[in-house]
């Protein structure tokens, strides 16, 4: 990626987008965070993953992550990302605090727009639920309906060329680091994950714009 890439996560603030989100959260106990940018060039099957890497290794993606955080109130990240001019928490043996997972591989699994869909509808009503907050049927439906509309709108800067369909993929969730509750060792902070299968990454994508979907639901 060139330096063309741009965070579209003012995009993202959208009731239909927040309702699901939101729900999500309710469900899975989870921090869930939509992150949404535009690259130097189209995603394509076959170049997704190294731009998916590129963008997981950028300065950009820890800003996005804690811009993120913060809208969506949880703080979690805040006074251990660094950001611009601040120099943040310091981590062992010096340098600055990162979020992202020393070798990870983030491994793209294609998904089919079906999948996905249902991906979502078991985010509402067949994930791991620790407080037994699944939605009904008929409103995770609607619920999910509502994001669809929302995120995959071909208005906008998502407009293109008409082969830019939307493309879907699952990510292995290997590329934050963990709160270490299930290894019971120390975390070192920041951490997103809890390395259970509530962990989830998606990626949806049409053109040079993509949208990362994280889950990180605790028991």
């Given at each position: 990626?060139?330096?063309?890439?741009?965070s579209l996560l003012a995009e993202v603030d959208r009731a239909a987008i927040d309702r699901f989100l939101s729900a999500v959260d309710s469900v899975m106990n989870s921090n869930t965070?939509?992150?949404?940018?535009?690259?130097?060039?189209?995603?394509?099957?076959?170049?997704?993953?190294?731009?998916?890497?590129?963008?997981?290794?950028?300065?950009?993606?820890?800003?996005?992550?804690?811009?993120?955080?913060?809208?969506?109130?949880?703080?979690n990240l805040s006074g251990f990302i660094a950001e611009p001019g601040e120099s943040g928490d310091a981590a062992p043996g010096g340098g600055p605090v990162r979020l992202l997972r020393?070798?990870?591989?983030?491994?793209?699994?294609?998904?089919?727009?079906?999948?996905?869909?249902?991906?979502?509808?078991?985010?509402?009503?067949?994930?791991?639920?620790?407080?037994?907050?699944?939605?009904?049927?008929?409103?995770?439906?609607?619920?999910?309906?509502?994001?669809?509309?929302?995120?995959?709108?071909?208005?906008?800067?998502?407009?293109?060329?008409?082969?830019?369909?939307?493309?879907?993929?699952?990510?292995?969730?290997?590329?934050?680091?963990?709160?270490?509750?299930?290894?019971?060792?120390?975390?070192?902070?920041?951490?997103?994950?809890?390395?259970?299968?509530?962990?989830?990454?998606?990626?949806?994508?049409?053109?040079?714009?993509?949208?990362?979907?994280?889950?990180?639901?605790?028991?």
């Open positions: 990626m060139g330096a063309t890439v741009q965070l939509l992150l949404k940018v535009e690259a130097d060039q189209p995603l394509t099957v076959g170049n997704r993953q190294g731009v998916l890497e590129a963008y997981l290794r950028s300065d950009l993606f820890e800003q996005m992550m804690l811009e993120a955080d913060r809208q969506r109130e949880w703080y020393e070798g990870f591989q983030a491994a793209v699994t294609p998904l089919g727009e079906g999948e996905f869909a249902q991906r979502l509808h078991w985010m509402l009503s067949r994930a791991p639920s620790p407080y037994s907050r699944r939605l009904p049927t008929a409103e995770a439906d609607q619920v999910v309906q509502d994001f669809l509309r929302e995120v995959l709108a071909p208005a906008g800067r998502d407009g293109g060329p008409a082969e830019w369909g939307w493309a879907f993929a699952s990510v292995e969730p290997d590329f934050l680091r963990s709160s270490e509750y299930y290894t019971q060792e120390p975390p070192l902070r920041p951490v997103y994950f809890d390395g259970s299968e509530s962990d989830t990454a998606t990626l949806f994508h049409r053109g040079p714009v993509f949208c990362l979907l994280l889950t990180n639901g605790s028991p």
